[in-house]
């Protein structure tokens, strides 16, 4: 299976286990809706019983499982398989973020069966050093994200985002750099892009939003504004 080809700047909404049911549906067709009006590229992040939904009803977004492992067909109870994702129509997923931390070798391991069934692979890095030995195993996406940064409201600053893109892109040019803990306003997106990531997105500064739906116009518009300016440096 052919993977989705992404384009720079992309963006990643993860309700992570904020929301489910109808409230996640909700931001998932919001989500949708300003994809298709801005013509961007999102991931988005259900839980599994809710990855259904998704695939079925927001044909703009890219699906998103919060975690895959390694097994193959056969035993694994309880495990998240992935040629069950790829069957489903999920198209990436997330691996090794900080609330779920992976071993090197599953992690290894992983992210080749996710090629061999055709998922992106977004895989998260805690530092500099973290991020330029993952960017080893090539994944579709690394973000970079400081631990210490998530669900603060706070983004890492310029050198930071500069020097972790510049690490990954240094080992694997082709893996995009997702810049993206404390993100909670249109200003955090536009600095993310503007300082070198290829995307950013958000958790706590959607979902705890005063208004969601909102925040995250006031982020697409911004990720809109930033596209518009790179170009016209380019």
């Keep these: 299976m052919e993977k989705i080809v992404l384009r720079r700047p992309f963006f990643v909404v993860n309700p992570k286990s904020y929301l489910y049911g109808e409230e996640l549906h909700k931001l998932a067709a919001k989500t949708d809706e300003l994809c298709e009006r801005y013509d961007f590229q999102s991931l988005f992040t259900a839980q599994l019983i809710d990855l259904p939904w998704v695939i079925q009803n927001c044909p703009h977004l890219i699906p998103c499982a919060q975690f895959m492992e390694s097994l193959r067909p056969g035993r694994g109870m309880g495990h998240v398989l992935p040629e069950a994702l790829a069957a489903a129509g999920v198209k990436a997923t997330f691996l090794n973020h900080a609330e779920n931390p992976m071993t090197v070798s599953e992690l290894a391991r992983t992210i080749e069966r996710a090629r061999e069934v055709g998922i992106l692979t977004c895989v998260c890095a805690d530092s500099v ?58 200003q955090d997106v536009y600095d993310a892009i503007l300082y070198g990531g290829d995307a950013t997105g958000g958790t706590s500064g959607i979902v705890a939003a005063v208004d969601p739906f909102a925040t995250l116009e006031e982020m697409f518009a911004a990720l809109d504004r930033v596209r518009t300016d790179i170009s016209k440096e380019a």
Excluded: F
Excluded at 147 to 175: C, F, M, N, Q, W
């Design 129 to 186: 050093e973290e991020a330029r030995a993952i960017a080893e195993l090539h994944p579709d996406i690394m973000t970079c994200e400081l631990t210490s940064l998530i669900g603060t409201g706070k983004i890492a600053g310029e050198d930071y985002i500069r020097t972790s893109t510049e690490a990954v892109k240094s080992v694997s040019p082709e893996t995009m750099v997702l810049q993206a803990a404390g993100i909670s306003s249109g």
